[in-house]
């Protein structure tokens, strides 16, 4: 089997503004415009890709979006469709991230025709999945997250599935510095593997899947030396340039142990 190729990629939520996104770009080609060990994108506000796709556009660093409609057009007033993010050079969009799940209600359902939509229009999802402080210390965790990925990602053909990316993000580990054990990080990333496995087989060795929830500097190498992780989605550390280029450099170190 072919090594899974890594991704570090940032997400930015809802920070910076169309001039900040400017400077933030020419600093980060600065530190790692030439980097090819892993694939490195950036996944910003909508109003911040246009500008974006003009900066990093030859570059090596991918553009994604943080999230989408499920429809392709139409009256869906203030949703952005597919076709608009591709047309803004995005690869990659982020879907079903837990503050979507949280705070604007979508439900597995919605994140579900989303992945398919995404794959149809030539996109690359993110799908991240992860479970509560509770559910962990109730021992569900895996159950949690198995029931995720089966119902997001239901009805892909082997060759859809084997596009999609995954993060694992515990939602405990987000944004409170706690950042899941890398042996806890690895055993669901196995378990995630093993259940797209039961889905579609083989095709299991070739999705990527990566771990989210206070990644930084000091703690990506060791992420990266296990073997079912293949990256990091990385939101507060990925907001300073110098930083995450940091990061992005020790990730490659962890590639190598
Ligand atoms: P933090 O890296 O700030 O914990 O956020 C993780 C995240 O939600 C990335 O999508």
């Keep these: 089997m072919a090594k899974r190729?890594?991704?570090?990629?940032?997400?930015?939520?809802?920070?910076?503004?169309?001039?900040?996104?400017?400077?933030?770009?020419?600093?980060?080609l600065e530190k790692v415009g030439d980097i090819t060990e892993v694939d490195v994108v950036i996944c910003a506000p909508f109003t911040a890709l246009s500008t974006l796709k003009d900066e990093l556009e030859e570059s090596i660093v991918h553009l994604g979006a943080q999230n989408m409609s499920w429809a392709l057009e139409g009256a869906y007033t203030g949703e952005i469709?597919?076709?608009?993010?591709?047309?803004?050079?995005?690869?990659?969009?982020?879907?079903?991230?837990?503050?979507?799940?949280?705070?604007?209600?979508?439900t597995d359902e919605d994140i579900a025709k989303k992945v398919k939509l995404a794959l149809s229009s030539g996109l690359i999802p993110i799908l991240?999945?992860?479970?509560?402080?509770?559910?962990?210390e109730g021992g569900r965790a895996l159950g949690i997250v198995r029931g995720q990925v089966?119902?997001?990602?239901?009805?892909l053909s082997a060759e859809e599935l084997a596009r999609v990316v995954i993060a694992y993000e515990p939602i405990w580990a987000i944004g409170t510095g706690k950042t899941a054990s890398s042996q806890d990080a690895q055993d669901m990333c196995a378990?995630?593997?093993?259940?797209?496995a039961g889905i579609?087989?083989?095709v299991?060795?070739?999705?990527?899947?990566?771990?989210?929830?206070?990644?930084?500097?000091?703690?990506?190498?060791e992420l990266m030396s296990k073997p079912d992780i293949d990256g990091a989605l990385v939101g507060g550390a990925s907001l300073d340039p110098d930083g995450f280029s940091k990061l992005i450099m020790n990730a490659i170190e962890g590639v190598r142990k």
Aim: hydrophobic share 35%.
């Design 191 to 196: 378990g995630i593997r093993s259940t797209l």
């Design 150 to 155: 089966e119902r997001d990602l239901a009805d």
């Design 5 to 28: 190729h890594p991704i570090i990629a940032g997400n930015w939520k809802m920070y910076k503004t169309v001039s900040e996104a400017r400077d933030y770009a020419v600093k980060l």
């Design 81 to 106: 469709s597919p076709k608009m993010l591709t047309d803004l050079a995005c690869t990659y969009v982020v879907l079903g991230h837990s503050e979507r799940r949280e705070l604007m209600r979508e």
């Design 128 to 136: 991240c999945v992860g479970e509560n402080l509770t559910q962990r």
């Design 204 to 221: 299991a060795d070739e999705v990527k899947i990566l771990y989210g929830g206070s990644v930084k500097p000091d703690n990506i190498a």
């Design 200 to 202: 579609a087989g083989s």
